[in-house]
């Protein structure tokens, strides 16, 4: 995993610690009750709720400098423009990427990947060559490259993992070779928890010459990243899994990749000049960005950030990783319990199953309780099929998550096992 | 709150434990693949209708929730002896109990036993995320019974 040096700055406001109540009074969500009983939030990995700052600040946005952006020569215009280019230069910082003008907007991560597959991808691609995938990649790192695929006869090859739910390098090493043109791997996986050894990765993908896209829309949320450090060539994450609203995702890539890139989506706002006969488009990143993009879910994106670096990031992993070590703990103490993804690498997520149980009795038997959880296929039918389940109950943690939540995650799975007589 | 137990009965836990008619009879002529694509659930429906129009047999096999594994387990025990129309009358009788519109369901022809059943299969309505699990089994049945004029025996395919 590679962690940006840490920014003093970053550490001021809370030094003494964390207080993960005062954090929870920030999200006005978690003092709701679900079914009568306390929301204890366990699905963040599916989407993670919102603190007051963002909430505010998108709809201060919208009551005082709202217009269109790149358009008018009016104001609001102006302002609206200025707040959203300052969001993606703050996207920027947050990645450690060289320029703004490496950040693209998208709606999410899923379109950030099918931009680089449907531009990059299209354009690079073809019969002979080999893309290089794993067995633990979400749908939206699949689904796209098999489309390509159809049209231009690449070969898709998936990278195998170990039984604890991490990557088997060895094996990673004899795929990539030099008909590799693209390596696409997950940072963090969003069903197991599993942390990839990215930066390995990339090296093994460098050797011969191949792109590296990675899908961080975990990792992110979780770990400070570095795309520099890292040396990916393309990140895509979305803002909705970063306590930022739905809506908005972003996709990095090097600068010369993307300058070598047709566009995406025809449309305004990605043009230089139209004519009926011939038409010139803009640089990257606006040649990406067709249409009105997502203005206040841009914005709402810049204040998360803001809000997460005001917390310290550094202070946030220490806390998950704690809660993640406590449930961890306690789930593996129940008879019959079994948990996906052991790896040493791991973030704040436990995929689990029960003997005697299937994952949507457990999650409708924990839902009543008000603990939600995520059950199902987790958008990874290959890694299923791999771990030979068809669903598992996923229970992923937070910045706002507590022990005491694990405790209440512990005693609902209790009621599981009173019910079905386990 | 919802009452768990009011959905958890003990004749869904039992079936859902222990499926019955659960297998690929050999005399099966009507069959169907159906699915659920939010959750994975999978099944195939088995019947053997006689030249009557008489359902023989049924038969499922596949993987899924207690609700779902239990409500084709019923669903079969249910089937049997009936007729294309009565079992089209089942479903859609399921299918009304199970997305809150009972008072469309006609239980009024059905027995007893038939009918209890049928309303503890619908408890499920109290949560409309598992509406699909009881229903899907059904759906199946029904896409099954309606190729009946079909010569072949390739699968059916339903999503719900």
Redesign the interface.
């Known amino acids: 995993m590679t962690l940006a040096s840490v920014d003093p700055v970053h550490r001021s406001r809370r030094n003494s610690g964390y207080d993960v109540e005062r954090v929870r009074a920030d999200f006005p969500i978690l003092s709701r009750k679900v079914?009568?009983?306390p929301l204890v939030y366990l699905d963040s990995a599916a989407s993670a709720q919102k603190p007051r700052a963002v909430i505010d600040a998108m709809t201060r946005f919208m009551e005082e400098d709202y217009a269109n952006i790149h358009r008018g020569v009016h104001f609001l215009s102006q302002r609206s423009t200025d707040a959203f280019e300052a969001a993606r230069a703050k996207v920027a910082r947050f990645l450690n990427a060289a320029k703004a003008d490496e950040i693209v907007f998208t709606r999410n991560a899923t379109e950030s990947i099918n931009l680089v597959a449907q531009s990059w991808g299209r354009k690079n691609l073809g019969p002979g060559d080999e893309i290089v995938l794993t067995e633990l990649e979400h749908h939206a790192n699949i689904v796209p490259w098999q489309m390509l695929r159809a049209e231009k006869g690449f070969e898709i090859r998936v990278a195998p993992i170990d039984d604890t739910g991490q990557i088997r390098l060895d094996e990673t090493a004899k795929l990539i070779g030099p008909r590799t043109k693209l390596v696409a791997v997950s940072h963090m996986s969003n069903a197991l928890g599993t942390i990839l050894p990215v930066r390995e990765i990339v090296r093994m993908a460098r050797a011969q010459g191949a792109v590296v896209l990675v899908d961080g829309c975990q990792a992110a949320v979780h770990k400070q990243v570095d795309v520099q450090s890292l040396d990916a060539d393309f990140y895509a994450f979305s803002g909705h899994k970063l306590y930022g609203p739905s809506g908005i995702g972003v996709l990095y890539g090097k600068y010369a990749l993307l300058e070598a890139m047709p566009p995406y989506q025809g449309g305004g706002d990605m043009i230089d000049r139209v004519t009926f006969a011939r038409t010139t488009f803009k640089e990257p990143p606006h040649r990406f960005e067709a249409g009105t993009p997502a203005i206040v879910e841009a914005i709402g994106l810049a204040a998360a950030i803001d809000y997460l670096a005001d917390l310290s990031p550094v202070l946030v992993a220490d806390h998950e990783d704690e809660v993640l070590a406590y449930a961890t703990e306690r789930l593996s103490a129940i008879d019959g319990l079994t948990i996906h993804g052991t790896a040493a690498e791991k973030g704040a997520i436990i995929s689990f199953t029960m003997a005697?149980?299937?994952?949507?009795?457990i999650a409708?038997?924990l839902d009543?309780q008000g603990v939600a959880v995520r059950?199902?296929?987790h958008c990874a039918?290959p890694l299923?099929d791999r771990l030979g389940v068809?669903?598992t109950a996923r229970a992923s943690f937070a910045l706002y998550s507590t022990k005491a939540e694990a405790d209440a995650l512990v005693e609902a799975v209790g009621?599981v096992k009173r019910?079905?007589?386990l | 709150?919802?009452d768990?137990?009011d959905?958890?009965q003990e004749v869904i836990?039992d079936h859902g434990?222990s499926p019955r008619n659960f297998g690929h009879p050999d005399g099966a002529n009507r069959t169907a693949h159906g699915h659920n694509a939010?959750?994975?659930?999978?099944i195939d429906v088995f019947l053997t209708v006689d030249g009557d129009g008489k359902i023989e047999d049924a038969a499922f096999e596949g993987?899924?929730?207690?609700?779902s594994v239990a409500s084709a387990s019923m669903m079969t025990e249910m089937l049997k002896g009936r007729t294309a129309v009565d079992a089209h009358h089942l479903f859609e009788t399921m299918h009304a109990l199970c997305t809150g519109h009972e008072d469309e369901a006609d239980l009024s022809d059905l027995d007893e036993d038939t009918a209890d059943r049928m309303q503890i299969l619908a408890g499920v309505r109290q949560?409309p995320?598992?509406v699909k699990?009881a229903t899907l089994a059904w759906h199946t049945m029904d896409k099954a019974m309606n190729e009946k004029a079909k010569e072949d025996m390739s699968a059916q395919e339903v999503g719900v």
């Open positions: 079914h009568g009983k005697g149980a299937h994952a949507h009795d409708t038997i009543q059950a199902g296929h039918h299923m068809t669903a009621q019910i079905f007589k | 709150m919802n768990l137990r959905l958890y836990l434990k939010m959750c994975g659930d999978t993987q899924g929730c207690a609700i949560y995320m598992r699990c």
